[in-house]
């Protein structure tokens, strides 16, 4: 029995429970064989970079974030689940040129250019031209970024690192002097990355060294690998994005000063133990808190910055038949 009366409103129709039912495990057994080939070939041919890598992770602090870098990069797949599951791939040769290229150019450079930065960054080049060569470019749009991430986990070399940190140190060293003075009888001057302190008329001794440890950089590496994720995850304009990823940096260094200058008034005016040792980890690591604080208090105000468009819901009317 047909009735003209019966309606049904539909405010959101769901087209897409095929779609949430796609999982990973539906690639099949023989996808997984592939990758763990290639990936154990990738093992084989790069193994002494990503054994150097991983063991600069566990015996370097400040490269510790390293350990969370890959899982990020799974994570950013994870968010395109559907899309990969359902993408049909191409190869795409270029992608099989440049990936001889990187092959030769392994090599050469420990031979000839000796470039040390270079070999681990070549691990990651050559697992982007097997995605070219394997999936087409379709397949890089939706993993450019998880294989770019990577980078993160590299560290940099020595002299890049100490060219970065001294002045960090010393810009940290400079602030955080100039807010010491503010304590009445106190006195602080800054020595390249030493602040020497007198407080009522006594010189306290050692000065308080703004020490590798202290410069930031563990912060700004960790902080920047974090940030671009959040940028990444959030759907934000690309402007917010920009601004979001743009701003780790003086975050961190701001964070770094705060430490720094902390650190000086418990050496200065509570005792000097509670700025070293186990203490001034624990300060270091309540940064990255902190940190975080201000990044999510920039994400919000950009987003209360202007009004968003009222969306509007179109409702459809689907006519019932008995």
């Known amino acids: 029995m047909r009735t003209d009366k019966d309606y049904v409103l539909v405010s ?34 790069f193994r002494e970079e990503m054994d150097g890598v991983v063991h600069r992770w566990v015996s370097d602090p400040s490269w510790s974030h390293g350990f969370l870098i890959p899982l990020f990069s799974l994570y950013f797949l994870n968010q395109h689940k559907k899309e990969l599951l359902r993408l049909e791939t191409r190869p795409n040769y270029i992608g099989l040129v440049f990936m001889i290229l990187c092959i030769i ?18 691990v990651v080049a050559t697992l982007g031209t097997i995605v070219l ?15 770019a991430y990577l980078i993160f986990a590299i560290p940099l070399p020595a002299r890049l690192y100490r060219s970065i940190t001294i002045p960090m140190r010393q810009f940290a060293a400079q602030i955080a002097a100039i807010l010491l003075n503010i304590v009445p009888n106190l006195e602080a001057t800054v020595n390249g990355v030493v602040i020497d302190v007198v407080y009522k008329s006594v010189r306290m001794e050692p ?14 590496m960790a902080f920047l690998a974090l ?28 964070c770094n000063v705060v430490r720094v200058t902390v650190t000086g008034f418990i050496y200065i005016l509570w005792d000097p133990r509670y700025a070293q040792g186990i203490y001034h980890d624990m300060l270091g690591m309540a940064m990255l808190p902190l940190a975080f604080g ?18 509007i819901e179109q409702d459809v009317i689907v006519r019932r038949r008995d």
Not at 12 to 29: E, P
Not at 142 to 147: A, G, K, M, N, Q
Not at 207 to 220: F, I, K, N, Q, Y
């Open 207 to 220: 000065g308080l060294d703004v020490a590798e440890a202290c410069s930031g950089m563990r912060l700004l």
């Open 294 to 311: 201000f990044y999510g208090f920039l994400a919000w105000f950009m987003s209360n910055l202007f009004e968003p468009e009222d969306s």
């Open 227 to 254: 940030g671009v994720a959040m940028a990444y995850l959030h759907g934000r304009p690309a402007w917010q994005r920009i601004v979001l990823l743009a701003s780790t940096v003086p975050i961190a260094i701001l």
């Open 133 to 147: 060569f394997l999936g087409g470019w379709r397949l890089v749009r939706y993993v450019w970024l998880p294989v």
């Open 12 to 45: 959101d129709i769901d087209v897409s429970d095929k779609q949430s039912d796609l999982s990973w495990a539906s690639l099949g057994t023989s996808v997984y064989i592939k990758v763990l080939v290639i990936g154990g070939l990738l093992w084989y041919l």
């Open 105 to 122: 150019f392994y090599p050469l450079n420990i031979v000839q250019f000796k470039f040390a930065y270079a070999r681990p960054l070549t």
